[in-house]
């Protein structure tokens, strides 16, 4: 039997960076995860899916390498020392959040826990099965993958991002059904390898609930590369021939039939809850599923909380890990809470999309008088050095006394771009506070200082409107 | 706009309360008459309800505070227009419902707080709403100054030096002492037994009782006791045997008004019953015993402790004692020295009823006796008057012609 201030089921970037803070706090704590440490992200998200990101990306800038007078020749992709060297920095990130657990002194059960009650828990490890007594519970399961009917999972045809990413192959041609953030991902990793892309969205845009004027850029951009792209539109039927497929799609023009290898399905994620027992703990959900929090990350049980993905959307390994430091210092007495303003997000397609806080639309829509100032990367040294033109940064700022209410950027390191704008919000920044700071030149944040000179009415490197 | 939830006047000339445990936190919706905070006033706890339905915007007055009749304790967004940024009053959830943590994305009144992560991170340390504290810099940003002269503006009065450290984590690995915050019933009762000590001069005085007839007499009632459904023990006939010692002892039921210079002798009987609880020692009154019989004496001792060992009793039982009641003999012991319940003047203790040797007319006979122990306040009553009142209780009580004739 072991006995903990806190047991935290999900060893995530939620759970693990709960795990961590808590075990910092002094508490003792114990981390259970019944695949590997780092959950979802670690292992099937983020970080394999960035290691194919880089690939394609330098596999297909090598393509135009003459334009730039560089000579390329014989270049191709090794997919089995590609998928190694993936597998390599996921081991050594995993091993990483094992070494900080242990060094912390956390416990790390390796298995499947099942709750018997608030404060008791049995884990079946390698070793057998070891009680838990705990004082507080952190639920950070996260989620799965969501399938849709007549287009299940067959680990072949029919495959999800997890199995996505451990291809053997490029596929020759590939369709993605959902136009999300992952969707969009694959789509770029997979057309840059030389596949086919036929993505189908029930939505009428890309990215549902994106600024529209940057998911146009990545429209045009995957169709400039011969991507089909579907909106409104979604499968109906799928005719297997052996290892391709007929797939129908019911479009507003019409229903059209794909010849397609494989069929990436990233439809959404549900919350994975089958195993925590709620009902038994009283664990309230809202209707999605989602366990229901406060911004303390207490469920309606005392002693129980619920971080990350299982709270609900937005899905982000970010927010989990965010959520997991303010569980573990709640339940370490301080009075800490999830209170920030906003939560970045980036989407690694191509060009890449990063947005924080409102979107015009949102921002009007709450009231606000809204200014919008753009600057094209067309405009911008760096963008232009580094043969990325496209794009742009869109400041959303309230008329008046120029507060920064958001920021959208799509283009050359957008993921990377955003945490300025993230600070400058929840710092309360002003336009004038971004203009007024030096950026240095020639980079491609410059782009947000641009805008923002814009926004406060006297842009250099554009004309007035 | 905001509302500002006052300590309400629980009746009975209660001056303060301390705030036993709030049911909402900073930032929870709360619908109106959901019970909201408890209060803990002169030994019982009043659970007070929300006065209006809103979002909780700021609690002043912690749990373990003991706040004024009057005093602000809590403040509360009621939702009604006042030009203030948000303005989208949330549904008030369901009893049932937990209120979803809000998207702080979409939400216009978190984007319009001006203050760096920083400063409102102080803000909650010091249980302060952001949303409600004037920033003095530009544009309303909000500091870290602003946010502590708010905490400290609204927290004057007697709360200023409970700086509580943080609750210690859960379980202090290998510790050998353990930490019981000093509240509640038992503060109040560290506090009001303390007090009694000080300030009243009190004597005990001890004399034994024959209860044989008594015992008798129980026995010969228990049956018709139990017809109406309750269970009869000494107690109602000890409060009967008291009735006609109080009346022609008045002083014993009094209490001194030190302001006034004045006894006041009371012409009403309100005996205290001590009653043991989980979260302590209770009082609850039993009032005018000398119009009710021992049936609906027996009925209504059972009631009230019933309620007290549940926590239910409301104001109104614990208060306006004359006399009290303590009785120990179901535990044990010889005698004890029971402290006055001030400000009452005199306090029973009864104990154990044992068979002991007793001569009577020369012969060691075996009877039912035990030991009364008077506690009065010396300061009213002299030894001699407290030795013939109680006197007066134990001839009622042994002479059981007499006892009839009270308890009926």
Known sequence: ?465 | MTFAFKLPDIGEGVAEGEILKWMAQVGDQIREDQPLVEIMTDKVNVQIPAPRTGKVLQILAKEGDVAKVGQTIMVIDDGSADGGASSTPAPAPGPDQVTAAPQPQQSPSSQSILATPATRRLARELSVDIAQVKGSGSQGRVTDDDVKRFASAYRSGPSTGTAQAPPAPAGGAGSREELVPLRGVRKTISERMLKSLQTTAQVTHVDEADMTELVLLREAFKGSAEKRGVHLTFMPFIIKALVPALKEFPYVNSSLDEQSGNIVLKKYYNIGIATDTEQGLVVPVVRDVDKKDIFELAGEIEAVAERARKGQLTLDEVRGGTFTITNVGAIGGLFATPIVNAPEVAILGLHKIAKRPVVRDGRVEIRDTTYFSLSFDHRVVDGAYAARFTSRVIETVQDAKRLLSEVL
């Open chain 1, 1 to 465: 039997m072991i006995e903990a201030d806190v047991a935290i089921i999900g060893g995530g970037p939620g759970g693990y960076v709960c795990g961590i803070r808590a075990a910092q706090l002094g508490l003792r704590t114990v981390v259970i995860e019944a695949d590997r440490l780092g959950g979802e992200c670690v292992n099937y998200g983020c970080i394999p899916s960035k290691s194919l990101i880089t690939v394609s990306r330098l596999a297909d800038k090598l393509k135009e390498a003459e334009k730039f007078g560089l000579k390329a020749s014989g270049v191709s992709v090794d997919f089995v020392q590609l998928q190694k060297w993936k597998g390599e920095v996921v081991s050594r990130l995993v091993s990483g959040i094992e070494l900080l657990l242990k060094g912390y002194h956390a416990t790390i059960l390796k298995g499947e826990a099942e709750v018997l009650s608030k404060d008791r828990i049995v884990v079946t490890t390698d070793q057998g099965r070891e009680a838990i007594s705990c004082r507080n519970l952190v639920l950070a399961t996260g989620t799965r993958t969501s399938s849709l009917p007549g287009l299940e999972f067959d680990g072949d045809l029919v495959i999800g991002s997890k199995e996505g990413l451990d291809l053997k192959s490029a596929p020759r041609r590939l369709m993605v059904v959902g136009g999300g953030a992952i969707g969009l991902e694959f789509a770029s990793i997979f057309q840059k390898l030389g596949s086919a892309i036929t993505i189908v969205e029930i939505m009428d845009q890309l990215l549902p609930g994106s600024d529209p004027d940057v998911v146009r850029v990545v429209h045009r951009k995957l169709e400039s590369r011969g991507t089909k792209i579907y909106l409104k539109s979604k499968v109906i039927r799928v005719d297997k021939k052996g290892s391709e497929a007929a797939v129908e799609v019911e479009t507003p023009d019409g229903t059209v039939t794909v010849e397609v290898d494989r069929i990436l399905v990233s439809v959404g994620r549900k919350p994975r809850t089958e195993k925590l027992n709620l009902r038994t703990l009283g664990v309230q959900t809202d209707p999605r599923g989602y366990v229901a929090t406060d911004n303390r990350m207490q469920t309606n049980v005392p002693g129980v909380y619920a971080i990350g993905d299982l709270r609900g959307p937005p899905l982000l390994a970010h927010k989990a890990s965010k959520e997991g430091m303010v569980a573990a210092e709640v339940i370490a007495g301080m009075p800490s809470a999830a209170d920030w303003k906003v939560i970045p997000d980036a989407v690694f397609c191509d060009p890449e999309v990063s947005s924080v806080g409102l979107t015009e639309a949102k921002a009007i829509e709450a009231g606000y008088r809204v200014k919008r100032s753009r600057f094209q990367f067309a405009a911008l040294g760096r963008a232009l050095t580094s043969g990325e033109p496209e794009g742009f940064v869109k400041v959303i700022s309230n008329e008046g006394d120029g507060l920064v209410l958001g920021v959208q950027i799509v283009g050359p390191e957008a993921s990377d771009l955003i945490s300025e704008a993230a600070l400058a919000i929840e710092m309360g920044a002003t336009v004038e506070d971004i203009a007024l700071t030096i950026h240095p030149h020639p980079t491609l944040p410059e782009a947000i200082m641009e805008a923002s000179e814009s926004a406060a009415g006297r842009p250099i490197h554009q004309l007035k409107t």
